[in-house]
């Protein structure tokens, strides 16, 4: 059974940084690659990182390029996401899944509610 369990977000003023964690199980964790989401209400999951099964390859869209980092700790099965240089449009709720630029599993966690505002 997939579990994924994020966890890392809070309120956090413009210019600030955060440090996303999300623990997985029930998968191959180790040959997966992985990827984080962001989603408002109303509006559609985005993209926003994602990292190969070994951590050599990474993307990231224009929005959070040279912002944000994504890591993978294969012995913890978990994945990180540094957040710097915050900005009041990186609010949402952040989630992880498998994959490299598209979910892998129809299952989501709870996610982790970040806001930006001073």
């Known amino acids: 059974q997939v579990q994924l369990v994020e966890s890392g977000g809070g309120l956090v003023q413009p210019g600030g940084s955060l440090r996303l964690s999300c623990a997985a199980s029930?998968?191959?964790?180790?040959?997966?690659?992985m990827s984080w989401y962001r989603q408002a209400p109303g509006k559609e999951r985005e993209l926003v990182a994602g990292i190969s099964f070994s951590g050599g390859v990474k993307y990231y869209p224009e929005s959070v390029k040279g912002r944000f980092t994504i890591s993978k700790d294969n012995a913890k099965n978990t994945v990180y996401l540094q957040m710097s240089d915050l900005k009041p449009e990186d609010t949402d709720v952040y989630y992880c899944?498998?994959?490299?630029?598209?979910?892998?599993?129809?299952?989501w966690g709870q996610g982790t509610q970040v806001a930006v505002s001073s």
């Open positions: 899944n498998a994959g490299f630029r598209s979910p892998l599993y129809k299952y």
């Open positions: 029930g998968f191959g964790f180790s040959n997966s690659a």
